[in-house]
């Protein structure tokens, strides 16, 4: 990479890439655009839930109060939690951008006013997020990541699956840490924490509006080559959040929450949301699929050990062991997926604005 003798620490760690990091996404917008969006009758679900973006149920809630101008020197795991803004920053920017460019590129007028109340949320989480930085006398640049970190092109179909799951799992991860910490308040090493709530529903209606737009070009789900995708896209994004936060145990520690039972539970919980659209999903309960996580995790913290302590030995042995992290990815990906059944489908969330269905019904379920 250039030198950037100019920016901050923070700021050029945002624009490293690995596979592991937060990316930015570009995409074939014109074939967006020319997608039919009425062919399957969701029209009204679309112009719906553009109603209820438009209600913008959290525009008073982004507001920082006189707790984040404590003085958090000397908080736990202080530089964990700098850490975990600045990806999540990353991430919420992400959004904002791909959105944004959404608007710039379609026609349809209530696809363009949906993407642009989206853009408008992520916008407004990334900038909390960089505000609290700043409070912590942290800067991260977000005008210079948006002109010099690089764009990861995907098909539109890529990111749809990608961006549906990245939206169902961040409404999974904000709330199990929002109700972990309802019930130990003891460990809420930071304000921020308390936002989390109401921040989520923002995740979890964008994901719905992704939901819907999968399910209106059926060929996203049923078609087999598709469905191998979708499986894809759900390892990839799980087995991403377990090697991510295994390597951040200390900073769920520090949240009073074990990293390896908090990814479970998020992973879970997305999945079975993500049967509210998926015609199947991962056995996330077949005790063989985090059997094969738990490999990969420790294979990587193998790695990254013997890559940090150097020499040609250790590199090569560091090598094997990522080889093997794939190897055990490939062996999850492999286990017999499970089929959506009407029973077993997601419903909707309790206390939520329940969206109308393709049966017209209103739906909801419990969603502890
Ligand atoms: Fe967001
Ligand atoms: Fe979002």
Redesign the pocket.
Known sequence: MEQMPDLSVTTRHALQEAMLTPRFYTTDFKAIDALDIDKNGLRDEFEWIREEFEHDYNKGHFKRNEEFLANFDDMPVRQLFIEFLERSCT??FS??ILYAEMVKHLKDPTMRAIFRCMSR??G???GFLNKTMADLNVALDLSVLQKRKKYTYFKPKFIFYTVYLS?KI?YSRYIQIYRHLARHPEHTIHPIFKWFEQ?CN??YR?GEFFSMLMRSQPELLNEPANRRWIRFFLLAVYATMYLNDCRRAEFYQALGLNWRQYDQDVIRLCNRIATQVYPETLPVNDPLFFHQLDKAAEYDSRANALAAAGGAINQAQAARLRAGVALRLLAAYRLPPVPTTEATKWRGLEGFPNYPGPDRVTRVAAAD
Do not use: N
């Open positions: 991430a919420e959004g904002c949320d992520e407004r989480h990334a939206e961040g921040w923002d995740e964008h």
